[in-house]
């Protein structure tokens, strides 16, 4: 299983951009084609959406950021989504203790094993 981030959900939502056509280009030659996502990373992904929306005071201003909703949140019925388990918390631990210099929201997503 591939686990998608945050910045990966973020490009796949922009359809003919050149990151885009690069990460797609990556999934597609995957001989691992289980992908899926955290649940950290869909908490990202709604917060930052649900700001936009906030943000815009104009309705029509409000219009991509709910249309990029609508994607993400069909994205996300077509593919898993890992919860924040006891693993993942107590790697988290590890990796702070550690002091390894990665994104706190980073660190919540589990690893592979």
Do not use: C
């Not at 649940?39 to 409000?62: M, S």
């Not at 019925?77 to 006891?86: A, D, F, G, K």
Request: aromatic fraction near 8%.
């Amino acid at each position: 299983m591939i686990l998608l981030d945050t910045d990966h959900l973020t490009v796949l939502g922009f359809p003919g951009t050149a990151k885009y056509a690069v990460l797609k280009g990556r999934i597609d030659a995957s001989p691992d084609q289980s992908f899926a996502t955290t649940v950290v990373t869909a908490e990202e992904q709604v917060r930052g959406l649900l700001a936009l929306i906030a943000r815009a005071h104009d309705i029509r201003d409000q219009i991509p950021p709910y249309d990029r909703l609508a994607w993400l949140f069909d994205f996300f019925r077509r593919r898993p989504i890992v919860p924040l388990n006891h693993a993942a918390a107590d790697e988290f631990d590890r990796l702070r203790r550690a002091k390894v210099r990665i994104g706190t929201h980073d660190l919540r997503s589990p690893r592979s094993r």
